[in-house]
């Protein structure tokens, strides 16, 4: 099956109009293209870089402690390499360490835009949570509303290539995470990304479908670091993801009536029940036979692993990724072992323990 992967550009306008926002994870960007600003989401520039080591580098040369999750240091080494000066940063709903992060960056002298997600997905809330965003960037939720229509094309078509995944068999568990995952900025170009992605789903029709009897897949959990390696060896093994949890909700998939309820329904930035409810759904729906739990080490979601085994009934196996960007052998050989045991009790849902060693 031929694989398509997206396209970047690093960090280059869309017109000289634009002025290019770094932004930390995925937040309104409806808001920020409404301001004139075009968004590139500093997680994917990393990843994507054809040395992604040299990034971490610069971070750590600049004091980042070894013991720093890889996605902050990469994020910073962006930042610094590509002259970025103006970013927005969660400090509510993603990550601890992007506070930090974010006075580091003002020491640098850049411009760092605070944006907090409500505790809550309370859509009154949300709504003045973008109304503070909005007047700080000079434009309005109505404007930003309007974009949300404008970009309504590309999520539904995101959406669409989730469904050819699970339900046709026809995309890749990679291709499905790369272009969902893209969805936080649509690689900085809303009109290209909308155009490759129908381009590929025409073409997505004309394959065959995947065996039936391959195994189905959940991956649960932040974007993995080494995802270009992982999603081709569950693949090597006649198995295959069919539902990418985060790459999944940065598309939307419940879009609601307006940015504020668009943002409510987003799991991500809210009590981790809300992530369960929307697992679990999901799992039953695209009949899944195991989860893959990706945790980041030195990440503080990592514990969350305590709660989605008290709370699933699918195997599951928690792989951890640091500053490799390949799979080990070591990784290698615990993710066959988890679908060997899968495969031999297949759609078994009272198994929930981890392969040893
Ligand atoms: S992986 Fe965890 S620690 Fe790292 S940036 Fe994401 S939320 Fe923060």
Same mark, same amino acid.
């Given at each position: 099956m031929?694989?398509?992967t997206?396209s970047?550009?690093?960090l280059?306008?869309k017109?000289?109009?634009?002025?290019?926002i770094g932004i930390?994870?995925?937040?309104?960007?409806?808001v920020?293209?409404?301001?004139?600003?075009?968004p590139?989401d500093?997680?994917?520039?990393?990843i994507?870089?054809?040395?992604?080591e040299?990034?971490?580098?610069?971070?750590?040369?600049?004091?980042?402690?070894?013991n720093c999750?890889?996605?902050i240091?990469?994020i910073?080494?962006?930042?610094?390499?590509h002259?970025?000066?103006?970013?927005?940063?969660?400090?509510?709903g993603?990550?601890?360490?992007?506070v930090m992060?974010?006075?580091?960056l003002?020491?640098k002298?850049?411009?760092a835009?605070?944006?907090a997600?409500p505790?809550e997905?309370d859509a009154?809330?949300m709504?003045?949570s973008l109304?503070? %965003?909005?007047?700080? =960037?000079?434009?309005t939720l109505?404007?930003?509303?309007?974009v949300? /229509?404008? $970009?309504?094309?590309?999520?539904q078509?995101?959406l669409e290539?989730?469904?050819?995944?699970w339900?046709?068999?026809?995309?890749?568990g990679?291709e499905n995470?790369?272009w969902?995952?893209s969805?936080s900025?649509f690689?900085?170009d809303?009109?290209?990304?909308r155009h490759? %992605?129908?381009e590929l =789903?025409v073409?997505?029709?004309?394959?065959?479908p995947?065996?039936k /009897?391959? $195994?189905?897949l959940?991956?649960?959990?932040?974007p993995?670091v080494?995802?270009?390696e992982l999603?081709?060896?569950?693949?090597?093994?006649?198995?295959?993801?069919v539902f990418?949890e985060?790459q999944?909700?940065?598309?939307m998939?419940?879009p609601?009536?307006?940015?504020?309820?668009?943002?409510?329904h987003?799991?991500?930035p809210y009590s981790?029940?809300?992530r369960?409810?929307?697992i679990?759904?999901?799992?039953?729906?695209?009949?899944?036979?195991?989860?893959?739990h990706?945790?980041?080490?030195?990440?503080?979601?990592?514990?969350?692993d305590?709660?989605f085994r008290?709370?699933?009934?699918?195997?599951m196996?928690?792989l951890e990724?640091?500053?490799?960007?390949?799979?080990t052998?070591h990784?290698?050989?615990?993710v066959?072992?988890f679908l060997?045991?899968?495969?031999?009790?297949p759609?078994?849902a009272?198994i929930?323990?981890?392969?040893?060693?």
């Amino acid at each position: 099956m031929g694989l398509y992967t997206t396209s970047y550009l690093i960090l280059e306008p869309k017109t000289e109009l634009m002025k290019p926002i770094g932004i930390t994870t995925t937040v309104p960007i409806e808001v920020l293209l409404s301001a004139g600003y075009q968004p590139a989401d500093l997680n994917n520039v990393f990843i994507n870089d054809p040395n992604p080591e040299r990034l971490i580098n610069i971070a750590e040369r600049a004091g980042f402690p070894s013991n720093c999750c890889s996605w902050i240091k990469g994020i910073y080494g962006v930042c610094m390499e590509h002259g970025i000066d103006t970013i927005l940063c969660v400090t509510n709903g993603d990550c601890s360490n992007t506070v930090m992060l974010m006075e580091v960056l003002k020491l640098k002298g850049l411009r760092a835009i605070p944006f907090a997600y409500p505790d809550e997905p309370d859509a009154r809330r949300m709504r003045s949570s973008l109304q503070a %965003l909005a007047e700080s =960037l000079g434009t309005t939720l109505e404007a930003a509303d309007r974009v949300k /229509d404008k $970009l309504k094309s590309c999520r539904q078509l995101a959406l669409e290539l989730d469904r050819l995944t699970w339900q046709d068999g026809l995309v890749s568990g990679l291709e499905n995470h790369l272009w969902l995952v893209s969805t936080s900025d649509f690689n900085q170009d809303s009109t290209r990304y909308r155009h490759q %992605l129908g381009e590929l =789903l025409v073409e997505c029709r004309k394959r065959q479908p995947y065996p039936k /009897d391959w $195994l189905r897949l959940a991956y649960i959990g932040v974007p993995p670091v080494y995802a270009r390696e992982l999603y081709p060896h569950v693949e090597d093994n006649q198995a295959r993801v069919v539902f990418n949890e985060i790459q999944r909700q940065f598309a939307m998939p419940q879009p609601g009536d307006s940015l504020a309820t668009q943002y409510c329904h987003y799991t991500y930035p809210y009590s981790i029940f809300g992530r369960v409810k929307d697992i679990i759904r999901e799992i039953k729906r695209r009949r899944v036979d195991g989860i893959i739990h990706y945790v980041q080490a030195f990440c503080h979601r990592g514990i969350g692993d305590i709660i989605f085994r008290n709370t699933m009934e699918s195997p599951m196996l928690t792989l951890e990724g640091h500053d490799e960007f390949h799979l080990t052998q070591h990784l290698r050989t615990r993710v066959e072992a988890f679908l060997d045991m899968l495969s031999r009790h297949p759609r078994s849902a009272d198994i929930n323990q981890e392969v040893q060693q």
